[in-house]
C-alpha cells in the first residue's frame, strides 16, 4: 500500500512579477488538477483545491532555496513521503487573494540536499 504524499513547494506569480512559493505537505496532488471533459481538454489547476492545500500556509516565501530548505524540514517532521520534495512552477499564475499571504522568510536554511546523491 502506497502513502500517496509528498511535500510540494508551489511556486506562482507574486506581487511585481516576483516568484512566491508556499510549501505544505499533502496526500493525492493529482487532485489539484480539474479534468472537465479528460481527454478532449488539457487538466487545469484547480484554484479551490491549492486554497485548501496551499492558502493555510504558515510562510510565503520569495527564496526558492529558503523555500526548499523549509521543504526539508517538513519532510523530517512528516518523516516519509512517497514523492519526496518536489516542485510545482506555476510561474506564470497569480493567486487570487484568498490564497495570497504577506510574504516572509524567518526561517533557517537547511543544509541538505534535495536530491540523493548517486555514487
Not at 11 to 21: H, P
Not at 49 to 63: A, H, K, Q, T
Not at 81 to 91: I, T
Request: charge should be neutral; include cysteine; aromatic fraction near 12%.
Amino acid at each position: 500500500m502506497s502513502a500517496d504524499n509528498g511535500v510540494y513547494i508551489l511556486a506562482t506569480k507574486g506581487s511585481e512579477g516576483k516568484k512566491e512559493y508556499r510549501v505544505a505537505h499533502a496526500q493525492a496532488i493529482e487532485n489539484l488538477w480539474y479534468k472537465p471533459d479528460f481527454p478532449k481538454e488539457k487538466p487545469e489547476l484547480s484554484l479551490e483545491y491549492v486554497s485548501v492545500l496551499f492558502g493555510d500556509c504558515r510562510r510565503v516565501f520569495n527564496d526558492q532555496k529558503l523555500a526548499e530548505g523549509y521543504a526539508l524540514h517538513i519532510l523530517d517532521e512528516v518523516g516519509y513521503a512517497e514523492y519526496g520534495v518536489q516542485l510545482l512552477d506555476f510561474a506564470h499564475i497569480r493567486l487570487p487573494k484568498f490564497v495570497l499571504k504577506k510574504p516572509q522568510c524567518e526561517v533557517r536554511l537547511v543544509r541538505r540536499s534535495l536530491y540523493p546523491s548517486t555514487p
